[in-house]
């Protein structure tokens, strides 16, 4: 049977192309017959990565059958998973953020958690001599992978092993970091075409919060402008997302990449309460700026407060 590999849903560039890579490792290193699959339309930033690398969108998944085999990549959450996970039989687990109890496998498995910044790094490492039968395009979707994890450097999560990983892949591409990484932020910007409801629900993840679940969603830009032109319209949107996905508020932070900053939109006096008690901001309107704020997974969730 087919060894199913996919991320979370909401798939971010990491999400999408650590699938492909692993599943070429156990394709055509590992001999064991593997197909990368989605959990949801991958965002923008990913969808430039398949162009540029030329690669094949991969499956997006709308049925997890029973029995089938599953690696599991850059989450180990069953909240960010097929609904029927526990029906899978879960061979592996590759990922990069903290441990979420919840997920129970038929036997023992590989589990290969770090803490790095990307997941791309840790497949990396785990692939080793390997990588030089690599094609161009998995060596590529590794690279942007971790350009976009890492903020090209500038997130805290950022380790010496992501970047020297990244200068080692960009070195054998042939690739300048800046000019590719300017790309990819470009692409990841251009949200226009997007609803309020599907921006709140582009790069989210669900959590809990003393018992109150909380939507966290994210989006990293290099053009905040736009986005903040439409804060009415994405708080209004909060409400309605909130309720059709079973929470009790939506938490939005529009990262301005290239001045290493959040703004978090403040709706309501929960938000307001959480700004204040999570960052130590004071709150005089519908948003505060927090500076030095770029992680989700090292500044924003283990800081969160009520």
Aim: aromatic share 4%; proline share 6%; glycine share 6%.
């Amino acid at each position: 049977m087919t060894t199913l590999v996919f991320g979370h849903k909401s798939p971010d560039t990491d999400s999408t192309g650590s699938p492909i890579i692993w599943s070429w490792y156990l394709n055509e290193i590992k001999g064991v017959p593997a197909k990368a699959v989605l959990l949801g339309e991958p965002n923008t930033e990913a969808l430039f990565m398949l162009d540029h690398w030329k690669l094949e969108k991969p499956e997006i998944l709308t049925n997890l059958a029973a029995d089938t085999p599953v690696v599991i990549v850059d989450t180990n959450n069953p909240a960010e998973l097929p609904d029927n996970i526990g029906d899978a039989d879960i061979i592996g687990i590759i990922d990069h953020h903290r441990l979420v109890a919840g997920l129970e496998t038929r036997g023992p498995i590989e589990i290969n958690i770090q803490p790095l910044a990307c997941t791309a790094t840790i497949m990396y490492k785990m692939i080793g001599k390997h990588w030089a039968q690599a094609p161009r395009e998995v060596k590529g979707a590794a690279l942007s992978c971790i350009l976009s994890d890492t903020l090209e450097f500038r997130s805290p999560t950022t380790t010496d092993q992501d970047r020297a990983v990244a200068h080692a892949l960009a070195e054998d591409l042939g690739v300048d970091i800046a000019i590719f990484a300017a790309d990819m932020f470009a692409a990841k910007s251009d949200v226009s075409a997007f609803s309020e409801a599907q921006l709140l629900r582009m790069d989210s993840k669900e959590f809990d919060l003393d018992g109150t679940g909380l939507r966290v969603s994210v989006l990293e830009t290099t053009s905040p402008a736009p986005l903040l032109a439409r804060k009415d319209a994405l708080m209004a949107a909060m409400p309605g997302v909130a309720e059709e996905d079973g929470a009790a508020q939506v938490l939005l932070f529009i990262v301005d990449i290239l001045n290493e900053e959040a703004t978090l939109l403040v709706p309501n006096d929960m938000v307001k309460n959480i700004a204040e008690k999570s960052f130590g901001a004071v709150i005089s309107g519908d948003s505060v700026v927090l500076p030095g704020i770029m992680s989700r997974k090292k500044q924003i969730i283990p800081n969160l407060a009520m």
